[in-house]
């Protein structure tokens, strides 16, 4: 996997870049305008982000992800992970016929649902899950591979299925780990 040299990152304009982060050469970036990316982050190959985004510090995105924050914007806090495909909107049409779809009909005659997603600190997404806009996925979640994130959901729990629904308690172990890597890397 090839990454975009610290030269070309600085040529796409990112709001901010923190120290470290690795974007692959295959990634591709619209609107870096608008995106924040921490300390030590890191892009994969065929990843897709657009529109307002903003990541924390040590977070993943791996292979053939999209991140489409729009206006609303999509937020990804300190060492969350996006395993292989998943998807997050921030925005989406309405599907129910009462409207025209797709980005080349004109607003007046569409009705979209824009709002936020938040993923706080040590979320970890599994692959091809899909997340809706106005989701928050609370502190230490684990999401289940294939799931339907439509409801936001609570702490450290872990969340599988197509809509999601809770399984059982995520321990809260990594939260020592966490500590102990951030004091190796500040010595």
């Given at each position: 996997m090839g990454y975009l040299s610290e030269s070309a990152l600085g040529d796409m304009n990112f709001k901010s870049l923190g120290r470290g982060v690795r974007i692959s050469d295959k990634a591709s970036i619209y609107n870096a305008e608008l995106m924040d990316i921490g300390d030590y982050s890191r892009v994969d190959d065929f990843c897709i982000l657009s529109g307002k985004v903003s990541i924390g510090r040590y977070c993943h995105v791996t292979p053939m992800c999209l991140i489409a924050g729009g206006q609303p914007g999509v937020e990804l806090r300190d060492f969350c992970t996006l395993a292989y495909g998943v998807k997050v909107f921030a925005q989406s049409d309405d599907?129910?016929?009462?409207?025209?779809?797709?980005?080349?009909?004109?607003?007046?005659?569409?009705?979209?649902?824009?709002?936020?997603?938040?993923?706080?600190?040590?979320?970890?997404?599994?692959?091809?899950?899909?997340?809706?806009?106005?989701?928050?996925?609370?502190?230490?979640?684990?999401?289940?591979?294939?799931?339907?994130?439509?409801?936001?959901t609570d702490p450290w729990g872990i969340y599988v299925g197509s809509p999601a629904r809770w399984l059982k308690a995520r321990k809260k172990d990594l939260n020592d780990l966490e500590s102990r890597f951030l004091q190796e890397e500040d010595a």
């Open positions: 599907y129910s016929g009462e409207t025209m779809v797709n980005s080349l009909v004109p607003r007046k005659y569409k009705r979209e649902r824009f709002a936020p997603v938040l993923l706080e600190r040590q979320v970890i997404v599994g692959t091809n899950s899909v997340i809706f806009p106005g989701i928050t996925v609370a502190e230490g979640c684990a999401i289940g591979a294939m799931t339907l994130v439509a409801k936001s």
